[in-house]
């Protein structure tokens, strides 16, 4: 699954919010049924997290902490405290709780924005401000892609056969 998009979405009275539906379509083509919604570690936003990838980063979480280190378990207290599970009805809404709103600073709208394998909710505002600079945003690409070991490099053979 590959997310991708910046879409605004209003919130009605009741909290409930249209998934995009581009979104919806990536997740039925991926056979997701369910969603994982939770605080973002670092931003001011939420994540939905389709739950086959809600569930490998948990595996992936919970075989790094030690069940008997009262630290790696607050850590996953924390982690864990934060989500809820949610469900889209048949219009491809879903119920956003009122905490997760505030999170997201979100009063009347959201903008849904595609991040890969999983989609960030931010309040509809906050978004609109970009989140580094121009110039930023070009050091830091060149960066990452410069200096990262993990970083793949172009087959030449595989992008002309991708061109054909």
Same mark, same amino acid.
């Given at each position: ?24 379509? &990536? ?45 790696? #378990?607050?850590?996953?207290? #924390? ?8 469900? $889209?009805? !048949?219009?491809?809404?879903?119920? $956003? ?6 999170? !997201?600073? !979100? ?17 509809? &505002?906050? !978004? &609109? ?36």
């Amino acid at each position: 699954m590959r997310f991708l998009g910046n879409i605004e979405a209003k919130i009605d009275s009741k909290g409930r919010v249209f998934l995009p539906a581009a979104f919806r379509k &990536e997740l039925q083509c991926g056979g997701e049924a369910s969603l994982i919604v939770r605080k973002d570690v670092f931003q001011p936003c939420l994540v939905l997290y389709p739950e086959s990838v809600w569930n490998s980063l948990m595996d992936t979480l919970r075989s790094r902490l030690n069940r008997w280190n009262p630290t790696h #378990q607050s850590v996953l207290r #924390q982690f864990v405290a934060d989500a809820e599970a949610v469900t $889209l009805d !048949a219009n491809g809404r879903f119920i $956003l709780s009122r905490r997760h709103i505030k999170i !997201a600073g !979100a009063a009347q709208a959201v903008r849904f924005i595609g991040m890969d394998d999983v989609i960030e909710i931010w309040g509809a &505002e906050e !978004a &609109e401000k970009p989140f580094m600079s121009h110039d930023e945003f070009g050091k830091a690409i060149e960066s990452i892609m410069k200096h990262s070991a993990d970083a793949p490099q172009p087959n030449r053979s595989d992008a002309a056969h991708n061109d054909q």
